[in-house]
């Protein structure tokens, strides 16, 4: 069973163990080639790329199996 993604969370924490997340947050403005992932948490990403937070969060779930 898979952990529920929450706001808090950061996203190299979810990419690294949730892989298959890393469309979902490519298709909303994270460049597709880093060096290092991203360390800011889902609020500020959503802030920094005008993304609605309740959208990401119910699309990032779906990803990982958590709904």
Known sequence: MSDKII??????????????????????GMPKYTGRLPSENLEFFCRMHRVDINQLLDELNKVVGVA
């Open 7 to 28: 706001k808090d969370n950061k996203l190299n924490d979810i990419i690294t163990k949730y892989p298959a997340t890393r469309d979902v947050f490519i298709k909303h």
